[in-house]
């Protein structure tokens, strides 16, 4: 391809006066509700921008040499299962990246620069046969006995959260869970020794995330105050800290965790993870393994406050638990548990968009995308099809007594060889939780409520989630009008 070769998918022209820049602004301010525009004007693969213009890295030109030039070729967003399984099953066309996205090195990087070459890569940052190895390797430590294993973690650490609730206070559930969640990856990842310092990190961690997408980053200046400087000096933080972790724990042998699995790795031929891999998987497997669940189950108390129906059924099906934590059996025979947690990352994925970059000249659903060009997976758009979901904008948890999707209609952990590593984890966590938290209270939006979202790699809600504990036995109804773009994004009872 020629350097200045772009897609071929339809999209808008450049905004008069700011050129494809302004396209691209539009599509950051509303990535969902700008998507779903394009696909109705254009089709299932439309461009955001038909420029040069780079949104995301692909990182050193070593991965793909022959990107080493290429100053982009257009980004564009994709919407349905047919085109979802293309782009997932091959792997060898369609590579992923680091976290870091644009602000990943594309030249040699300087001193500051160098922590950002492996902060937040991991399984992300390998592609092809470098990637089917890498994931061997991590695969022991997320095997289904080890996953049963952290149950009792889960449990004690929900229940310590939970003993802070008082009912009639109006609490930022989002807060909550974010420190549930955490406190859960920090002792199955690190272990129990590692509980302060473990928590530290994940709080730089967070920081790193929402300075990496605060607007301010379109000036990568590395001068105080502005972000960029902020970003890096949180990258080497946090890079000097997990760094000090491992070689620690390195010392200290096997501790049942996490990261003593993937440290005693090794492969067929005996090769292990090496510092600068076991720092980028350890920082994804921490911040990914967290924020998701945290937004899951942030969402899922948003619509079970919404649909007191559900909610009251939910709490008869609970009601067999005898206010106990579930074990993993219980687990497998709540199904309207599985069938709320569902629907609810139907409706509201905590991860909508799915970026890849295209590593060879491709064709796509008709249109030419050449090497270098940018696709964005609509994951929300996707699981809004009425073929395979009727009345798609609708929470309804017991269609999952009879919806069979495939993975790749329904796939809020993506699907194919890049299935999220952690997914059972994860959906443990989330059940967990729900089952001990509606076994002893009920949430309510407060009057005059206001929920908006923030869509950057996950959607979180924007400030947080501020909701009123009521007791398990007090009437479960709507109370109070609410408001909010987040309305914008469902169908909500009026």
């Known amino acids: 391809m020629t350097e200045l070769e772009i897609s071929s998918a339809p999209g808008p022209e450049p905004m008069w006066g700011v050129g494809a820049s302004g396209n691209l602004i539009r599509w950051i301010r509303n990535p969902i509700g700008y998507a779903g525009r394009l696909f109705e004007r254009y089709g299932k693969v439309a461009s955001i ?3 040069p213009i780079r949104v995301v890295n692909p990182g050193p030109t070593s991965l793909i040499p022959h990107l080493e030039k290429a100053r982009g070729a257009g980004v564009v967003c994709v919407n349905g299962a047919d085109l ?37 890569t991991g399984l992300f940052h390998v592609n092809g046969g470098e990637h089917r190895k890498h994931r061997r390797l991590l695969m022991p430590a997320f095997a289904k006995s080890r996953i049963e294993a952290y149950r009792d973690d889960m449990v004690r650490i929900t229940g310590e959260t939970l003993a802070e609730y008082r009912i009639g206070e109006t609490r930022d559930v989002h807060a909550d869970m974010t420190e549930l969640t955490l406190a859960v990856a920090t002792k199955t990842l690190f272990g129990e020794d590692e509980g302060e310092r473990g928590v530290a990190l994940a709080r730089r961690m967070q920081s790193w995330l929402a300075t990496m997408i605060s607007p301010g980053m379109l000036l990568r200046v590395d001068a105080p105050p502005l972000p960029y400087w902020r970003f890096l000096n949180l990258t080497q933080q946090i890079d000097l800290e997990t760094a000090a ?60 406050s919404q649909h007191p129906t559900i909610a009251r059924d939910l709490d008869d099906e609970l009601a067999a638990l005898k206010g106990e934590p579930p074990t993993v059996d219980d687990l497998a025979r709540l199904t309207l548990l599985d069938g709320v947690v569902k629907e609810s990352m139907r409706v509201l994925p905590p991860v909508p968009l799915h970026p890849r970059i295209v590593a060879i000249d491709s064709e796509l659903g008709g249109h030419r995308l050449p090497a270098g060009s940018e696709i964005f997976l ?6 809004r099809n009425p073929d395979i979901f009727p009345d798609p904008d609708t929470f309804s948890p017991r269609r999952w007594e009879k919806a069979k999707p495939t993975v790749y209609e329904y796939n809020p952990f993506s699907a194919g060889p890049r299935m999220c590593i952690g997914a059972s984890f994860a959906i443990m966590e ?59 994004l469902a169908h909500w009872p009026s």
């Open 245 to 304: 972790i491992l070689r620690d724990r390195k010392k200290r042998g096997d501790g049942g965790d996490m990261l003593s699995m993937l440290i005693a790795a090794r492969d067929e031929d005996g090769s292990a993870l090496d510092e600068d891999e076991l720092v980028g998987h350890t920082g994804v497997i921490f911040a990914a393994g967290h924020e998701t669940s945290t937004n899951a189950l942030a969402w899922t108390l948003l619509f079970l």
């Open 378 to 383: 609509s994951i929300f758009h996707m699981h």
């Open 84 to 120: 979802n399984r293309e782009v997932l099953t091959d792997h060898e066309r369609y590579h992923t990246l680091a976290l870091s996205g644009r602000l990943f090195p594309s030249q040699a990087p300087t001193d500051r620069e160098r922590p950002v070459t492996r902060m937040m």
């Open 430 to 488: 989330i059940k967990i939780a729900l089952a001990m938290l509606l076994s002893r209270f009920r949430l309510e939006l407060p009057e005059g409520a206001r929920v908006d979202q923030r869509v950057a790699i996950t959607m979180a809600p924007r400030g947080g989630l501020r909701m009123t504990v009521r007791g398990r036995g007090e009437a479960t109804r709507r109370r109070g009008a609410w408001s909010g773009k987040i309305r914008e």
């Open 49 to 51: 921008v038909r420029a």
